[in-house]
């Protein structure tokens, strides 16, 4: 069994190199920037993030952590109807991180064992299918659900096995 992390990833790990592609994308010094551009360099850094969480979402495998909030839980409707990204999500309710009390224990199983990994098959999509550069954008909803079917896929790859491991 894969080690669980206290913290499988943080926007904030990104926040530096999502600021220079931004800083070049809309020609802007670091010292010029707002609190809306520093609001969406951060949705830039994690929108990975969100993806990923979009995905816990709609798949039903939420912790309990957000099951007893109401306002995460019509948030998460929201997020499950295409009413709003997995990135808005993970800002207003998760702080721009993905804890293991942010998934199902199912889901932090796998995640366990395979995020680590993710940001690569994330980036492969982002360069190969969205012709784009992960951090130099916030993807759409159709962005997502072109993504979507990636990781149904290594969900099923990574836990085909699971019943052995519980022998």
Do not use: Q
Not at 14 to 33: H, I, P, R, S, V
Not at 73 to 85: C, I, N, P, R, S
Not at 106 to 124: I, K, L
């Amino acid at each position: 069994m894969a080690e669980i992390p206290n913290c499988f990833d943080k926007a904030e790990y990104y926040f530096e190199d999502a600021m220079k592609c931004y800083c070049e994308l809309y020609g802007k010094n670091e010292a010029d920037l707002t609190d809306t551009d520093r609001e969406e360099i951060m949705k830039y850094a994690g929108n990975h993030i969100g993806f990923f969480i979009a995905w816990v979402i709609r798949r039903d495998r939420l912790g309990s952590m957000h099951r007893s909030n109401p306002d995460a839980m019509a948030a998460a409707e929201k997020v499950k109807k295409g009413e709003m990204l997995g990135i808005d999500f993970l800002m207003e309710y998760c702080d721009g991180r993905l804890y293991p009390e942010d998934m199902s224990d199912e889901t932090v199983s796998f995640a366990a064992r395979f995020y680590e990994r993710y940001f690569r098959h994330y980036s492969d999509f982002v360069i190969r299918k969205l012709n784009d550069l992960p951090l130099e954008f916030i993807g759409s909803w159709e962005d997502y659900l072109a993504f979507e079917p990636t990781l149904d896929r290594l969900y099923k790859n990574v836990t085909k096995f699971d019943h052995l491991d519980k022998k």
